[in-house]
């Protein structure tokens, strides 16, 4: 059974940094990507990794600031997201999902979700 557990979110200020983590166990070499969701908007699709292939790709409110990485266990799968000069705007609920369904990353058509954590950014 597939899960997925972020950790790393909290509060910090404009211009700071977080790094988020998304720790699977169940998945091969598959897609794995970054989502956020800030109050009232739309889901949006922040940064995608081809789990062992070195893929990346990021929406382009990540690009420059952003970074994606994984980190291989023996049975578990780690997913970051370093977030650097981190904005008020970035202020949203992080989900990690695993297992892409479509063949565009940015409509979120994935198949395991995680929880979610939520990273708020202050002025």
């Known amino acids: 059974q597939v899960q997925l557990v972020e950790s790393g979110g909290g509060s910090v200020q404009a211009g700071g940094s977080l790094r988020l983590s998304c720790v699977v166990s169940?998945?091969?070499?598959?897609?794995m990507a970054w989502f956020r969701q800030a109050p009232g908007k739309e889901r949006e699709g922040v940064a995608v990794i081809k789990l062992g292939s070195g893929i990346i790709a990021y929406g382009d409110s990540a690009k420059g600031r952003f970074t994606i990485s994984q980190d291989n266990a023996k049975n578990t799968v780690t997913v970051y997201l370093q977030m650097n000069r981190l904005k008020v705007e970035d202020t949203a609920m992080y989900y990690c999902?695993?297992?892409?369904?479509?063949?565009?990353?940015?409509?979120?058509?994935?198949?395991?979700w995680g929880q979610g954590t939520r990273v708020t950014v202050v002025s």
């Open positions: 999902a695993a297992e892409s369904l479509g063949t565009n990353w940015m409509n979120g058509d994935f198949r395991y």
């Open positions: 169940g998945v091969g070499s598959t897609w």
